[in-house]
């Protein structure tokens, strides 16, 4: 039995949901052997403890300090294997953490983990296609809705509820549709508009918004299954870093029983696509409007997700990871 290490920054945030802390409990029932978390502020990274491991997954590294311990693993003949979620090269200037991932300095150190790597593991095929410049050792694994943790209720009537979820990070992909976003709620008085998360201050002052604070995410997710939503809308900007994304929220959307709202290039049953405003304001107005089998739709992206972006198959993938390096 070998001993695994998943080193993380923030074990308990989404992308550790999505990427590491959450995938654990099913990972562990599915190989003997033994597998560990912990936070990197939370342990002292020398050779007193990084020798106890044959393996070491380090998740969204980026500092100084991780390179140097991605050097110090390689000099201890431990396996190092590197999961990254986001396109770290093309953080848009809206983002928070966009001063931190553009410094030059920041750069070089992502580049030189990668390099180091044994293997690297990426959730979309457009960003293994970013990363694959400095290590050929790419690996896509999709994130994935939780099937241990999240079971999916009958399903109940649905609301005239269309929900959009998000941090601040999003604020240029709500301007960037604000005048379709605006138009449809002017049009459909009717409907609730529920922004879940981030608030956009920006759009136009109307009775049918509503926001709901962050919360935490298994919180989050029957929150968003009573709101019983017809429609759940994901507006992205077409960049590089968007295009890295991967499809979450299409995953939570359709596990609530919603038809998703999806950019075109996410490719995904079940979906209405949108390739710029004209068309983002149509699919929203199809749902709103009746004009499609709203129950169909949901069944189709639903059975796709329980065929192919369960947590319980994903791992496998993870599984083939850990049996190739040890």
Known sequence: MAEILFLTIQNADTCAFYRSSGILKDLRRKTN?????????????????????????????????????????????????????????AVNP??????LYSNPEIQKNIQGIIANADIVSVPTEYLRQVYVEFNKNIVVIPNALND??????????????????GPEAHIFDLMNYSKEINQVTKDFPEWRFV??????????????????PSMDIVIYMQTLFNISPSCFHVPLHDNAFNRAKSNIA????SYAGAVCICPSWWNVPGALSYTDGASYYEAISTVLKGEVDKAAMNNMAWSYIQDCLTLSKINILRLQIINSLL
């Open 195 to 212: 922004f879940m998360g981030f608030s956009p201050w920006f759009l136009a002052d109307t009775a049918n918004k509503i926001n709901i």
């Open 148 to 165: 241990l943790l999240f079971q999916r209720p009958e399903l109940k009537p649905r609301t005239n509820h269309c929900v959009w979820r």
């Open 250 to 253: 299409y995953i939570e959307g």
């Open 94 to 99: 809206e983002n928070p953490t966009h001063a």
């Open 33 to 89: 052997h033994k597998i560990t978390l912990i936070q990197w502020d939370q342990a002292q990274m020398n050779w007193s403890l990084i020798n106890q491991f044959d393996l070491i997954m380090m998740q969204r590294p980026f500092s100084k300090e991780s390179l140097n311990l991605s050097n110090y693993i390689k000099q201890c003949n431990i396996k190092l294997w590197i999961d990254y979620d986001d396109n770290l090269f």
